[in-house]
């Protein structure tokens, strides 16, 4: 069992990735879940993702808030995509179950440090300013953590927040940067990615078909989330970016991409966070990466669903 800390802004699809993450118990071991403002302000993040756990049946996740604002500026958040709450579409009752007293950042400084060295994985999926701020805090956790399997990033397919730039790098690139430089191995989930694992009527209909609470409520949130990417883009349904993450350490060989050097922009404003991914080696510095590329979505879809239904 993999033991892993979610880092998250929920959001629609994090909160697709907590539910995958608690319905496979066999391969992981969610240890806590530590917030971060995103898509919407810390505050509604902390709220939603203890709502996920409870509509989940499981109270027992330690839920922790951390920074409630970027490094270096200002927060931008998402509320045109997720709504008002971030988690708008399905009608979950306010979380009842308490947020841990303790600061996310510390928390995930205490947890690399009382399990064994190399056991570790993070999964953030959203601004890396929690991550960012505990490496800077305390760098002995660095050579502690297993491994970063990240969301965020973009290559080819480029911008969704600007036109250089993916929301949770731009959100707060100078975090990202600091995380790229750690040294860490990690695992990139860009959006090159995540526009491949795009849920079409068919596959909402799945959840919905599942008939149970969780079945329903995911297929209203990624109603809701979809509605943004059918109306703007003509898209065929929205990517659900987050869940790739889970679904990656569940089923890499559904996966495949490249080790590459990925480094981040922060100082031009034009294009602020844009994550340049040394794609076709053409620098000679060092991969830091591996940026996912390809996703077998079909495959990814029926596991989800699978799961989704041991909930
Ligand atoms: C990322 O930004 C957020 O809106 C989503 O939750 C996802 O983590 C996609 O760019
Ligand atoms: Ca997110």
Redo the contacts with the bound molecule.
């Keep these: 069992r993999e033991k892993i800390i979610i880092d998250t802004?929920?959001?629609?699809?994090?909160a697709v990735a907590i539910l995958l993450a608690l319905a496979s118990p066999e391969e992981i071991d969610l240890l806590a879940i530590t917030c971060v403002a995103?898509?919407v302000p810390l505050a509604l993040t902390a709220r939603n993702a203890r709502m996920v756990c409870e509509l989940a049946g499981r109270r027992d996740i330690p839920v922790f808030a951390g920074c409630d604002r970027p490094l270096g500026r200002a927060l931008v958040t998402?509320e045109h995509?997720?709504g008002k709450t971030g988690l708008d579409g399905p009608d979950l009752p306010e979380p009842t179950m308490p947020l841990q007293d303790a600061h996310a950042v510390d928390h995930i400084i205490a947890c690399l440090r009382e399990h064994d060295s190399g056991t570790v994985t993070l999964c953030p999926?959203?601004p890396l300013t929690n991550i960012a701020t505990a490496l800077q805090k305390a760098p002995d956790i660095a050579p502690r953590i297993r491994r970063i399997v990240l969301?965020?990033g973009a290559y080819f397919a480029v911008g969704?927040?600007t036109p250089a730039a993916?929301?949770?790098i731009h959100v707060d690139p100078q975090a990202a940067g600091i995380v790229l430089k750690s040294g860490v191995d990690i695992t990139m989930a860009p959006?090159d990615l995540?526009h491949k694992a795009l849920v079409t009527e068919s596959r909402n209909a799945a959840f919905r078909a599942l008939g149970t609470p969780v079945g329903i409520a995911v297929a209203q949130m990624t109603e809701f989330f979809e509605r943004y990417d059918r109306e703007k883009y003509g898209s065929p349904g929205a990517?659900l970016?987050?869940p790739c993450v889970i679904a990656y350490l569940l089923r890499p060989d559904l996966f495949s991409g490249r080790h590459v050097n990925v480094a981040i922009e922060t100082t031009s404003e034009l294009t602020m966070g844009m994550s340049v991914a040394d794609w076709w080696g053409v620098t000679s510095r060092a991969p830091n990466a591996l940026f996912l590329g390809d996703i077998d979505a079909d495959g990814f879809f029926s596991l989800l669903t699978e799961r989704l239904a041991r909930l």
């Design positions: 802004d929920p959001g629609q699809d994090d995103g898509n998402a995509v997720h999926l959203g969301m965020g969704n927040v993916e929301f949770n959006l995540t990517p970016h987050d």
